[in-house]
């Protein structure tokens, strides 16, 4: 097929034909995680490979690292939860071609290594979103009913509910957050289409000052990055409106937690609720009492249904990707 073809083609397209052509036979697809998929993933996974002609090893609840080294040596595709893909793991899987992380984060794969054999990494964002944003109008409820103990509480009707970062988890939280009766407000510099607030009736504010001044709830859902580490601390909590709250369900590292707790101190009407527990949390929840919580474990994106999907979606990406080279959700260069 390739040799009638290729005379037709450009230099970068011969590539990727000559790949494409090469990788319509069936592969092994490893499924090696340490803490396993609900059984109701692992069949979909197994209909969705096996549907395309591919196969599927199982490797589970593993103990020891010499055992993924001798599960990945002849896998051509690997999807994984939280289980480390190290330069190691990349060495012993001469075949591999994929690696999928069911999930968001994928910082616990070598990219680097991954990229020098020329392996794709991909994640499975937006898998786990609802349940990450569930959990973040879940935490404003806690807060504003005095974490479910007696006394007088308040409403989310009516407040305002500022998202910073209106990407997968942003959206749903706006979007619930109306439903709520709630004034939604976001900031994104990377969002230029003014439509993606517009058609969930979310108002597009053009400053982080604004939001954070604006804000009765303030629900985070920025990635960490070299721009966004410490980036929210004192100033912006000290800008907030009377009793207001800050819900991370995004990453620790984003917080200045030092200077998150001056203010806390200066102001004693400010929350701060987290489903990251920072690293100071003792100090936290010693000085702060009631107007701080954290969840004893992170589990924004620990439902059953999340866990399923970002399986699914990982079989689907990888079939996808063997039957026509699509890279969409690629992560490594
Ligand atoms: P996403 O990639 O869909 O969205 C991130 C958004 O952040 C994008 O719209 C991007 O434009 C915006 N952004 C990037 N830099 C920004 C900046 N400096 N200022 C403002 N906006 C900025 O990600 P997501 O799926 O919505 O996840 C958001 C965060 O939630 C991530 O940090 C992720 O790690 C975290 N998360 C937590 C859990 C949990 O269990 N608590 C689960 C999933 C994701």
Known sequence: MSAMIVPLMRDKEIDKTINF???????????????PFAKEAVDGIR?????????VALLEKYTDKAQLLEAVADADALIIRSDKVTPEVIDAAKELKIVVRAGAGYDNVDLAAASARGIVVMNTP????????????????????????????????GKTLAIHAYGNVGRLVGVKGKALGMNVIAFD???TDAAVFERDGVRKVDSVAELYASADYLSLHIPATAETKKSIGYDLAMSMPKGAAIVNTARKEV????GLMRAMTEREDLKYVTDIAPEAAEAFAEKFGKRFFATPKKQGAETGEANVNAGLAAARQIVDYFATGNERFRVNK
Do not use: C, W
């Not at 052509?21 to 803490?35: D, F, G, P, R, W």
């Not at 209909?47 to 196969?55: F, K, R, V």
């Not at 937006?126 to 007088?152: C, D, H, K, W």
């Open 21 to 35: 052509t090469s990788l319509l036979k069936s592969m092994k697809i490893l499924v090696a995680t340490e803490k």
């Open 47 to 55: 209909e969705i490979a096996e549907g395309a002609g591919h196969t």
């Open 126 to 157: 937006g898998q786990n979103s609802n349940a990450v944003a569930e959990l973040a109008l879940g935490m404003m409820i806690y807060m504003a009913r005095n974490r479910f103990t007696p006394g007088t509480g308040s409403e989310l009707q």
């Open 189 to 191: 510099p990377f969002i």
């Open 255 to 258: 917080i200045d937690e030092e």
